[in-house]
């Protein structure tokens, strides 16, 4: 069984350049799967029955959609590979998902967080170190992993943009605006002291402790938190995320072209961008009645 996913897992990342964070998910839910029954000799019924078992667990229709779709996928794969004759999960129905809309902020709740960023950390270092992710967070919508992770050579020589690597290894390119490239300035001889007094160097925007590797997802979710209590904010509302929903409704708040967002965003297909505009009903309304001729 592990050398029937551990196969399907590398042909995931040589074929289609799988991100590290989708690997370790196809790798939790077929490990789940694998204990409950016999993943060789499985069929449709099984299938079903581990959907069933999954809905009485309380897992939301989303989590079940996943392990269906992470089925379908590697079934597909034995067959391929000629390991079955046959792809159980391929005709089985996944539970219907429910229209979800982001959660998101206002602007006067970002500027809020973009202050409090400012004033959280133990340091005057940290407090710029800070400043500075919040600020290219806002400024960017990147995913919290594309933040952390983020080159150092990406910011150098004061760029107007930046070349951002995304899921499945997708590149795309990411103005800034003037306060994230005046939070970067500051940061970076901030950054350089902190490295010279460990007698070390950093590839990555923001070094962890060690410098070798980069801050992590569970840190800066840990930095929203306490940001967000200090602006005075409900951290239950608040992750690194909503801030990526704030920037995209904004933008498109202010008239910005949905296709542009959608590749600021690094979003594969339009109509994952187009769920930002719900938030924008009250606005299309008066765009009809003040623009429209017969209005």
Known sequence: M?????????????????????LVSYDHDLQDWAGFCDIERAGAPDITRYLLSLEAQ??????????????RQFYLFAYQEGWRTDNPAARIKGPKK???????LTEAEVTALLDAASKTGKTDSLKTRNT???QLLYATGLRVSELVGLP???????????????????????PLSPPAKAAIAAWLP??????????????FLFPSQNAQTHLSRVQFFRLVNQVA???GLDPSRIS???????????LLAHGADLRAIQMLLGHADISTTEIYTHVLDDRLKALVLEKHPLA
């Not at 901030?190 to 590839?203: G, T």
């Open 132 to 134: 500075c992710l919040f």
């Open 229 to 231: 209590l200090k602006a």
């Open 240 to 250: 690194p995320h909503t801030l990526r929903h704030a920037f995209a409704t904004h």
């Open 58 to 71: 309380g897992l939301a229709a989303s989590t079940r959609a996943r392990r269906l779709s992470a089925l």
């Open 190 to 203: 901030v950054r350089a002291l902190q490295l010279k007094k460990k007698n070390s160097s950093s590839s």
């Open 2 to 22: 592990s050398r029937w996913i551990s196969a399907f897992l590398d042909a995931l990342q040589a074929e289609r350049g799988s991100a590290d964070n989708t």
């Open 98 to 104: 429910q229209q979800t809309f982001p959660n998101t």
């Open 152 to 174: 150092h050579a990406a910011v150098l020589g004061d760029p107007r943009m930046i070349l951002v690597r995304g899921k499945g290894g997708g590149e795309r390119m990411v």
